[in-house]
């Protein structure tokens, strides 16, 4: 892995002279570098570690990091190939439960080596191509459904979203930020309140960090400031991204992305998600069988190097939570805005993409 400090383009996930090129989300906000990988092992861990995350980022990656795999491969024939490429396809599929664009993006290219003709050297340019044609129908999807999307927002409005689903999340431009950032190409005034999403603060270190570069008006606040916001009047939509959506609607994101729409429903207040379809389980049929990542007490304990908790507690720490189908006003996708009941417009949606394709 090497480091290097500057560019001008957020990309957050890139093919740079035949390297994987991540930006470092865990330097962020203080600091942003790149980090360049050659080795498949460490692109695992850099999705494990978070160096990048996002349920987009971490799928275009996976996929970027298994063509580098195959690339580098020294195998005897075709059958060897596919053989050694299998536990390697394996580790990706496992750096992290939740998002299922990861399984969807490495199922993906794994298909394509079975399925590809011809010689090893046919099954890795197949594979390369088809990553990086990944990264394009990511940031295409994204620009799509922020304009979609940003049909639904008005003139002068408020926008709460949670924790980051936006360029870094993705490879660029965002999901629910992308919606935002839409609205504002637009000519729309908007003002984004950052839940700054304890225990990682994704909010206050990346979104917040993300529209204060490109001059979007954005107000961090505490998680468990939101409620009374809205009952004050001062939210006029939800925002946010997601990381697993089952068939019937029902949607898991960063934990306390639950609570946020339970209280919008109390407020009348619309809930949206936006996502790309690489983000619907199509086999899941509810929200009950998605796992949910536990990740380590010390994200909860500690504050950088400092413990901030007696010893002895106990913690709690999911980093996702799922959000009924029934509180979510409508689901933003590149096919267009998707209305209750999910489980049809969903269906219709993969219909469109499929004629489109
Ligand atoms: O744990 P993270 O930071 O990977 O969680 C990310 C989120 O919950 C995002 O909202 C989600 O992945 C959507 S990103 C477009």
Known sequence: MSQSRHSKILQTVAWEQGRLRLIDQNALPGILRHLDYTDWREVVEA??????????????????????????QIAAGREDFLERMQPIAEKFRTARPTAVNLMWAVDRLMELAYNTPGSVVDIKDALMREALKMLEED???????????????????????????????????????????????????????????RPRLQGMKLTAWELVQEGIPVTVI????????????????VVVGADRIANNGDTANKIGTYSLAVVAKHHNIPFYVAAPLSTI???????????????????????????????????????????????????????????????????AAFEIAKKAD
């Not at 160096?51 to 980022?57: C, D, E, L, Q, T």
């Not at 689903?165 to 930020?177: D, P, S």
């Not at 796992?291 to 007696?310: F, N």
Request: net charge negative; with cysteine.
């Open 139 to 197: 940031l295409t999807a994204n620009r799509r459904l922020g304009w979609f999307g940003a049909d639904l927002l008005a003139d002068n409005s408020n926008i709460l979203t949670h924790c980051n689903a936006g360029a870094l999340a993705t490879v660029g431009y965002g999901t629910a930020l992308g919606v935002i950032r839409a609205a504002v190409e637009m000519g729309k005034n908007v003002h984004v309140y950052a839940d700054e999403t």
């Open 222 to 237: 505490a998680d468990n400031m939101a409620a009374s916001l809205m009952r004050q009047g001062r939210v006029d939509a």
């Open 47 to 72: 999705i494990r570690t978070m160096i990048v995350r996002g349920a987009p980022a971490i799928g275009c990656t996976a996929a970027l990091g298994i063509a580098m795999a195959a690339r580098n």
């Open 281 to 347: 389980d199509r086999n899941l049929p509810t929200g009950l069988q998605i796992p949910i990542e536990q990740r380590d007490t010390r994200e909860m304990t500690h504050i950088g190097e400092t413990r901030i908790a007696p010893e002895g507690v106990g913690i709690l720490n999911p980093a996702f939570d799922v959000t009924p189908a029934e509180l979510i006003t409508a689901i933003i996708t590149e096919e267009g805005v998707l209305r209750p009941s999910f489980a049809h417009s969903i269906t």
